[in-house]
C-alpha cells in the first residue's frame, strides 16, 4: 500500500543533465533496496542504478560515472543525478522500492513502481 511518485523528467541536449526523484508515501514498515529502471522503445526495461538501505550501490556498465544514486531516508525519497546524457539514454525511467512488512506480518518483501516519467536526449 505504497505509492511513488516520480518527478525531473524532461527534454534535454546531449551532454546535459537532469535529476530524479520518487517519493514513498503510504503504509509500509521499513524501504529496504531502491533503484532506478528504464525502458527505451522497443527494447526491455533494464536496471539502471539500486542502492541498499545501507546505502551501497550498483549500476549498469553504461551509465557509470555519469550517473548517481542516493537516497534520503527521512523523506523516503530516492534520486537519479544523470549527468552528461546521450541520446541513447532516452527512455521511460521507472523508480522501484522494496518495502520489508515486518514481523507482524510474516516478513516478507514488497515490489513497488512509479508511474514512469520520460527522459528525452536529443543531438
Known amino acids: 500500500q505504497v505509492q511513488l511518485v516520480e518527478s525531473g523528467g524532461g527534454l534535454v541536449q546531449a551532454g546535459g543533465s537532469l535529476r530524479l526523484s520518487c517519493a514513498a508515501s503510504g503504509s509500509f514498515f521499513k524501504i529496504n533496496d531502491m533503484g532506478w529502471y528504464r525502458q527505451a522503445p522497443g527494447k526491455q526495461r533494464e536496471l539502471v542504478a539500486r542502492?541498499?538501505?545501507?546505502?551501497?550501490?550498483n549500476y549498469v556498465d553504461s551509465v557509470k560515472g555519469r550517473f548517481t544514486i542516493s537516497r534520503d531516508n527521512a523523506k523516503n525519497t530516492v534520486y537519479l543525478q544523470m549527468n552528461s546524457l546521450k541520446p541513447e539514454d532516452t527512455a521511460v525511467y521507472y523508480c522501484n522500492v522494496k518495502c520489508a512488512r515486518g514481523f507482524s506480518r510474516g516478513w516478507g518483501e514488497d515490489d513497488y513502481w512509479g508511474q514512469g516519467t520520460q527522459v528525452t536526449v536529443s543531438s
Open positions: 542502492i541498499t538501505s545501507g546505502s551501497s550501490t
